[in-house]
C-alpha cells in the first residue's frame, strides 16, 4: 500500500502499484474531483438545451405567440415570401434569418418575426416600408397563345415570349413604369402617373405589330387600372389589384381597356394626342360577369381615332 498527500496534507491511500492492472493510472484526486465537476455541468447544459429545443417546438406556445402578433401593428403573415421578397431592412433581415433557422416554424422564429413585423410596421409610417400611395396597374395577357403553345412546341414558345418581352417591356421601363411580374404570356407593372402608363400601353401595341413566330402574330389584351393597392415586399395586394385583372379579361380578343377610375386620372389632352378615345364597355349577353369587382365599376375601350 502507498500513499501521498494531498494539496492540504491529507493522507491518500492507492492500492500497490503490483494491484493495478496494467495500464490503469493511479487515481489522482484533485482531477477526477474537477473531471466529475465537468461532467455535472455538461450534463446540466444538455438538459437545458433540450429543455429549450422542446419549449422552442411546443405547439401551444407558437399558436399563443402567433395569435398575439395578430394584435400587433402591421401585417400579422410577416415572414412568408410575399412580405420578404423585396427591399427594405426588416425584409432582408427576415430573408437572413430564414436561411440560418429555416422556414421550420418555433417560437424563437416568430418571436423574430414578430419583432420585424413591429419594425416593418414603423418604416411604413414613416413612408419606408409598403403603403397605399396611388398608382395606375397594367395587366397584359395573349390572346390564344396557350391553344398556340401547345402545338407550336417549346423552341417557338420561347422564341415568341423572348420577342413579346423585347417589345413590350422597354416602352414599360422608359416611361418610369415597374414590371412586378411576369405571368407566363403574360405581365403585371404599376406606374406612378396614368398618363405614362396609357402611353407605355400604345407604344408597346405598336412594337408588338412586328412580332411574328413560326405565322402566328400574338394579340394582346391590356387592362388600366388606377387605384391604392397595397404593397407587400415586391409585389401588390388588394381590391384594386383584382380590379385591374378584370379589367384586362374584358378586352376580349386584344382590345386595351381602362377604368373610370383611371380615366379621370389623365390630362384632358392625352388620349387624342395618342390618337384614341373612348368607348363604353358593355358585357355581352352570353359573357360571365366580372367577379371581384365593384358593382358600380365602369370600363372603356381605347379606339383609335
Given at each position: 500500500m502507498t500513499s501521498n498527500k494531498s494539496p492540504d496534507g491529507a493522507l491518500i491511500y492507492a492500492r500497490p502499484v503490483a494491484d493495478r492492472p496494467i495500464g490503469e493510472r493511479e487515481p489522482h484526486p484533485v482531477a477526477d474531483a474537477q473531471g466529475g465537476s465537468s461532467a455535472v455541468k455538461n450534463a446540466g447544459r444538455r438538459g437545458f438545451a433540450e429543455w429549450l429545443e422542446e419549449a422552442n417546438r411546443r405547439p401551444t406556445l407558437i399558436a399563443a405567440i402567433r395569435r398575439f402578433r395578430s394584435l400587433l401593428p402591421g401585417d400579422p403573415g410577416f415572414g412568408d415570401p410575399l412580405s420578404t421578397a423585396g427591399p427594405g431592412g426588416a425584409s432582408a433581415v427576415a430573408r437572413a434569418a430564414d436561411r440560418l433557422v429555416g422556414d421550420e416554424g418555433g417560437v424563437a422564429r416568430e418571436l423574430g418575426l414578430g419583432a420585424l413585423q413591429v419594425w416593418q410596421a414603423g418604416l411604413e409610417r414613416v413612408g419606408r416600408g409598403k403603403g397605399?400611395?396611388?398608382?395606375?396597374?397594367?395587366?397584359?395577357?395573349?390572346?390564344?397563345?396557350?391553344?398556340?403553345?401547345?402545338?407550336?412546341?417549346?423552341?417557338?414558345?420561347?422564341?415568341?415570349?423572348?420577342?413579346?418581352?423585347?417589345?413590350?417591356?422597354?416602352?414599360?421601363?422608359?416611361?418610369?413604369?415597374?414590371?412586378?411580374?411576369?405571368?407566363?404570356?403574360?405581365?403585371?407593372?404599376?406606374?406612378?402617373?396614368?398618363?405614362?402608363?396609357?402611353?407605355?400601353?400604345?407604344?408597346?401595341?405598336?412594337?408588338?405589330?412586328?412580332?411574328?413566330?413560326?405565322?402566328?402574330?400574338?394579340?394582346?389584351?391590356?387592362?388600366?387600372?388606377?387605384?391604392?393597392?397595397?404593397?407587400?415586399?415586391?409585389?401588390?395586394?388588394?381590391?384594386?389589384?383584382?380590379?385591374?385583372?378584370?379589367?384586362?379579361?374584358?378586352?376580349?380578343?386584344?382590345?386595351?381597356?381602362?377604368s373610370a377610375n383611371t380615366l379621370q386620372s389623365l390630362r384632358p389632352d392625352t388620349l387624342e394626342q395618342l390618337g384614341f378615345t373612348i368607348k363604353p364597355y358593355r358585357r355581352s349577353f352570353f359573357a360571365a360577369p366580372l367577379s371581384g369587382v365593384p358593382e358600380d365599376l365602369r370600363i372603356f375601350a381605347l379606339k383609335p381615332l
Open positions: 397605399s400611395r396611388e398608382v395606375t396597374i397594367v395587366f397584359t395577357d395573349l390572346v390564344g397563345f396557350s391553344s398556340w403553345s401547345l402545338g407550336a412546341g417549346d423552341d417557338a414558345t420561347l422564341e415568341l415570349l423572348r420577342g413579346v418581352a423585347k417589345a413590350i417591356e422597354p416602352p414599360i421601363v422608359e416611361r418610369g413604369g415597374h414590371v412586378v411580374k411576369r405571368m407566363g404570356d403574360g405581365l403585371m407593372a404599376v406606374f406612378t402617373s396614368a398618363d405614362r402608363a396609357v402611353q407605355a400601353v400604345v407604344v408597346a401595341r405598336e412594337h408588338l405589330e412586328h412580332v411574328e413566330v413560326a405565322g402566328f402574330k400574338p394579340q394582346m389584351r391590356v387592362g388600366i387600372h388606377t387605384g391604392a393597392p397595397k404593397e407587400i415586399g415586391g409585389d401588390w395586394l388588394g381590391v384594386d389589384v383584382t380590379i385591374a385583372a378584370r379589367v384586362m379579361e374584358a378586352g376580349g380578343n386584344g382590345n386595351t381597356m381602362i
